[in-house]
Nanobody, 122 residues
Framework: QVQLVQSGGGLVQPGGSLRLSCAAS????????MGWYRQAPGKQRERVAI???????NYADFVKDRFTISRDNAKNTVSLQMNSLKPEDTAVYYC????????????????WGQGTQVTVSS
């Protein structure tokens, strides 16, 4: 009942910037948390940043002061501005939303975007 479409990503030199966006569509009552995760080859998927429906933001230590997460509730979108990119930021980035599909749901359901490749290399 929920679809996530990601945009952005690509190849950038170290120190450069990229912006990722994710739009949610479909049928749901409300969106709780929205966030970004990433997974590099041979590594586990790790949380990059999340933002709740109340505006609370949590960043992973390795992206603090470099990345900024934001959401537009009117458009059901979440974005990730990535600055001062490092080669170790190279990964597939996934957006995530936790939604209540109907008003009677007691627990949120998690949905994932298709993933976007971010490559930081000279």
């Amino acid at each position: 009942q929920v679809q996530l479409v990601q945009s952005g990503g690509g190849l950038v030199q170290p120190g450069g910037s990229l912006r990722l966006s994710c739009a949610a569509s479909g049928r749901f009552f409300s969106i709780n948390a929205m966030g970004w995760y990433r997974q590099a080859p041979g590594k586990q998927r790790e949380r990059v940043a999340i933002i709740t429906d109340s505006g609370t933001i949590n960043y992973a230590d390795f992206v603090k002061d470099r990345f900024t997460i934001s959401r537009d509730n009117a458009k059901n979108t979440v974005s990730l501005q990535m600055n001062s990119l490092k080669p170790e930021d190279t990964a597939v980035y996934y957006c995530n939303v936790d939604v209540l599909r109907v008003v009677t749901d007691t627990s949120a359901l998690r949905y994932w975007g298709q993933g976007t490749q971010v490559t930081v290399s000279s």
